[in-house]
């Protein structure tokens, strides 16, 4: 299995430019199954998720092209309604190719998705399922897969009981080829929603209200072909900006929109963590005396759950005590025992609460990673740390990042894949 072998304690420098969003381009593929006609998408990343829904794609009989960041898709071919079992039950995102599939071809059959162990138990799709009986489809659940098939749907009235990035996109895109009106109410709001929309709209779809808590979505017939340009991770761009503040280090981050991550910049004024920006780009500057602060992670615009573990890093640098919450899944705080085994002074109060308190000296240690953001975050503490860190599992960290090991060299991190 390929490690990473980290020798910490050096600070950072230069520049680095944020990939296409995961999170976006992991509903963009699927998308493509909603219109028969040329689909290109540009600014892809190339990170495992990616890999696997392309090939997804490919199975159902879909034509895909890759050319470096972009990608030519023609789904006018696709001549299955069944997701690969051994594809679609190794990561969380195959379940957006079910709504789509639903809506064109009125049938969509598919293993329980899989994904990172951040939710109790494996994660739910019952919000998902609860839409598509709303549009009229019926399901059957047989031996671990399930069955979904209409004759006709049609629009429908839905409530969110808890706010769901995927389920809201997943209800959003299948409305759009259903006739009639659909009303989505306490919708998420992630910025990868509305741009969702917004390219589905320049294909003739009707939707109006993404990334506010209400859609409506009139069904249209069918959609046209579409060009798509991945808006910039803005996750990717928190995990850097935190990497930054926990290192001491300059770094400037490039073709990203601080604006979404407006949330993380605001605890940065009031920490101490100086930085300049524009409107695609971040300078996090070297800053000393970083005051410990609270956070309690939340649905789009709130502090999002997926940066919470690169902040955790931060906050065992920090001056004082600090309390994390995160609310939105029960197992996404287990990690932070390893950052303890580095020396950080963490109480666990319950799976949704950690004190932590700093700052603390941190030192290399034999580590694996559990999931992608919780990945990251040990990558940034073994940057911080005194010695050799050895993260293995690291599968679990190209899930989200690009090439990340070669991306941090040009800053000077001393970080090498072992294989
Ligand atoms: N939930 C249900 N039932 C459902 C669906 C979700 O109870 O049918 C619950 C979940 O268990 C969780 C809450 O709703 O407690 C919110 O989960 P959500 O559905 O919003 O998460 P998701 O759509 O599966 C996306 C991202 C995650 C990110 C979350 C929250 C994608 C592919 N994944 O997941 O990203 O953490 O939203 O912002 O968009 C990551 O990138 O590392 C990652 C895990």
Same mark, same amino acid.
């Given at each position: 299995?390929?490690?990473?072998?980290?020798?910490?304690?050096?600070?950072?420098?230069?520049?680095?430019?944020?990939?296409?969003a995961?999170n976006a381009?992991l509903k963009i593929?699927p998308a493509?199954?909603l219109?028969?006609?040329?689909?290109?998408?540009?600014?892809?990343?190339?990170?495992?998720?990616?890999?696997?829904?392309?090939?997804?794609?490919?199975?159902?009989?879909?034509?895909?092209?890759?050319?470096?960041?972009?990608?030519?898709?023609?789904?006018?071919?696709?001549?299955?309604?069944?997701?690969?079992?051994?594809?679609?039950?190794?990561?969380?995102?195959?379940?957006m190719?079910?709504g789509p599939?639903?809506a064109?071809?009125?049938?969509?059959?598919?293993?329980?998705?899989?994904?990172?162990?951040?939710?109790?138990?494996?994660?739910?799709?019952?919000?998902?399922?609860?839409g598509?009986?709303?549009?009229?489809?019926?399901?059957?659940?047989?031996?671990?897969?399930?069955?979904?098939?209409?004759?006709?749907?049609?629009g429908?009235?839905y409530f969110f009981?808890?706010i769901s990035v995927t389920g809201t996109e997943s209800l959003m895109m299948t409305a759009c080829l259903i006739?009639?009106e659909t009303i989505l109410r306490n919708c998420a709001m992630e910025p990868e929603i509305e741009a969702l929309a917004d390219y589905l709209n320049s294909q003739g779809a009707k939707i109006i209200g993404a990334g506010s808590p209400t859609m409506k979505i009139t069904g249209v017939?069918?959609l046209?072909?579409g060009?798509f340009n991945i808006i910039?991770?803005r &996750?990717?761009?928190?995990?850097? /900006? #935190?990497? @930054?503040?926990? $290192?001491?280090?300059?770094?400037? %981050?490039?073709?990203?929109s601080?604006e979404h991550?407006?949330?993380?910049?605001?605890?940065?004024?009031?920490?101490?963590?100086?930085?300049?920006?524009?409107?695609?780009?971040?300078?996090?500057?070297?800053?000393?005396?970083?005051?410990?602060?609270?956070?309690?992670?939340?649905e789009y615009p709130?502090?999002?759950?997926?940066?919470?573990?690169?902040?955790?890093?931060?906050?065992?640098?920090?001056?004082?005590?600090?309390?994390?919450?995160?609310?939105?899944?029960?197992?996404?705080?287990?990690?932070?025992?390893?950052?303890?085994?580095?020396?950080?002074?963490?109480?666990?109060?319950?799976?949704?609460?950690?004190?932590?308190?700093?700052?603390?000296?941190?030192?290399?240690?034999?580590?694996?990673?559990?999931?992608?953001?919780?990945? &990251?975050?040990?990558?940034?503490? /073994? #940057?911080? @740390?005194?010695? $050799?860190?050895?993260?293995?599992? %690291?599968?679990?960290?190209?899930?989200?990042?690009?090439?990340?090991?070669?991306?941090?060299?040009?800053?000077?991190?001393?970080?090498?894949?072992?294989?």
């Amino acid at each position: 299995m390929p490690k990473f072998i980290i020798n910490g304690g050096r600070k950072l420098k230069g520049e680095i430019a944020v990939k296409g969003a995961k999170n976006a381009a992991l509903k963009i593929i699927p998308a493509a199954i909603l219109s028969a006609e040329t689909i290109t998408i540009n600014n892809i990343p190339d990170i495992e998720d990616i890999g696997k829904s392309f090939d997804l794609l490919i199975d159902l009989g879909a034509k895909v092209e890759i050319n470096g960041a972009r990608a030519v898709i023609s789904t006018k071919n696709i001549n299955k309604t069944e997701l690969l079992p051994k594809l679609a039950d190794k990561f969380r995102a195959s379940i957006m190719f079910v709504g789509p599939l639903l809506a064109r071809f009125g049938e969509a059959k598919f293993p329980l998705p899989g994904g990172c162990i951040i939710g109790a138990g494996s994660r739910p799709i019952d919000l998902f399922l609860e839409g598509y009986k709303a549009f009229g489809a019926t399901i059957r659940e047989e031996d671990k897969y399930y069955h979904l098939q209409a004759k006709q749907l049609h629009g429908a009235n839905y409530f969110f009981s808890t706010i769901s990035v995927t389920g809201t996109e997943s209800l959003m895109m299948t409305a759009c080829l259903i006739p009639g009106e659909t009303i989505l109410r306490n919708c998420a709001m992630e910025p990868e929603i509305e741009a969702l929309a917004d390219y589905l709209n320049s294909q003739g779809a009707k939707i109006i209200g993404a990334g506010s808590p209400t859609m409506k979505i009139t069904g249209v017939d069918k959609l046209s072909a579409g060009t798509f340009n991945i808006i910039p991770d803005r &996750i990717e761009t928190g995990s850097f /900006a #935190l990497m @930054a503040a926990a $290192t001491g280090s300059e770094i400037k %981050i490039t073709k990203c929109s601080p604006e979404h991550i407006s949330s993380l910049l605001i605890i940065f004024d009031k920490i101490g963590v100086n930085y300049e920006k524009g409107a695609d780009w971040l300078l996090i500057k070297k800053s000393d005396n970083i005051k410990a602060h609270d956070i309690k992670t939340h649905e789009y615009p709130g502090f999002p759950t997926d940066l919470q573990s690169p902040y955790v890093v931060l906050m065992t640098q920090a001056q004082g005590t600090s309390l994390i919450q995160d609310i939105i899944y029960d197992r996404r705080l287990i990690w932070t025992d390893m950052l303890s085994q580095m020396g950080a002074n963490i109480i666990m109060c319950d799976p949704h609460r950690v004190v932590v308190d700093g700052p603390t000296h941190l030192y290399g240690k034999k580590l694996m990673s559990p999931d992608i953001r919780a990945g &990251i975050a040990l990558v940034i503490a /073994a #940057l911080v @740390a005194e010695g $050799t860190t050895e993260i293995d599992n %690291i599968y679990q960290i190209d899930r989200g990042y690009e090439k990340i090991d070669e991306r941090l060299r040009t800053l000077g991190a001393d970080i090498e894949r072992i294989n």
